[in-house]
């Protein structure tokens, strides 16, 4: 004979409010996260539009700094006139014909790692197999950062990277995506299909030193530029 348990029906509801209330949560957590990213890619909008503000108005005074910028927004991808490499690097050479030495860094820095367009600012740069390369990029890298150390870039912040969402120019000392390859050392293949590691203590110290005396300019932050 089975006797009711008493506690069975309260116990029962109990569990279908927990139930319908934590699908309620679940929708409102979903609802509310379609709503935080749908503000995130708004924000980005507004602030990729500041940035393109910011470039045309370069441009228009004559700045070769504002077709530097051009050129690295469409190698980055938030420009999109231009996608054939080729074409994309024709504009850095534009850019720095007309005297950018952020155009011509990221041009002999382009070559040293071969890469098919300029701008490609990875951690860490190495020939990718192509020595001859490398050292003639190199050639053509060192006495440019001994005048200028570092190269501008137009930034959105992150919030994955708890940075502010706002546009504005930072810098990147450039010395400091070379000198981490002479440390740790790269493969030069040889003839015989070998492979050979070389390291470069010294030249490890020089490129270290130029990151470590790189006097880079504070952030812009174009909302106080334009927002006046």
Not at 165 to 180: C, E, F, G, Q, S
Not at 189 to 201: A, E, V
Request: hydrophobic share 40%; proline share 5%; net charge neutral.
């Amino acid at each position: 004979m089975n006797i009711p348990n008493r506690y069975e029906q309260p116990i029962n509801g109990m569990r279908r409010v927990a139930l319908a209330g934590a699908a309620a949560c679940a929708l409102m957590l979903s609802a509310c996260t379609a709503i935080e990213k749908a503000g995130y890619a708004s924000d980005i909008d507004k602030g990729r539009a500041m940035l393109l503000h910011h470039v045309k108005t370069l441009q228009a005074a004559g700045d070769p700094l504002g077709d530097y910028f051009y050129a690295l927004g469409n190698s980055d991808g938030w420009i999109k006139d231009v996608q054939d490499d080729e074409a994309i690097t024709e504009l850095f050479r534009q850019a720095a014909a007309k005297g950018s030495m952020d155009a011509k860094i990221l041009l002999a820095l382009q070559k040293a790692t071969s890469r098919p367009v300029p701008g490609k600012l990875d951690e860490g740069m190495s020939p990718r197999g192509n020595v001859v390369a490398w050292e003639a990029g190199l050639a053509e890298l060192l006495p440019l950062l001994q005048q200028q150390c570092y190269v501008r870039r137009l930034v959105v912040g992150s919030r994955d990277l708890g940075t502010e969402l706002r546009p504005h120019v930072t810098t990147y000392a450039v010395a400091y995506k070379i000198w981490p390859t002479f440390r740790d050392g790269y493969y030069r293949n040889n003839q015989d299909g070998t492979r050979t590691l070389l390291r470069d203590p010294e030249r490890h110290k020089l490129w270290q030193a130029l990151e470590d005396n790189c006097k880079q300019p504070a952030d812009q932050w174009l909302d106080r530029l334009y927002n006046k």
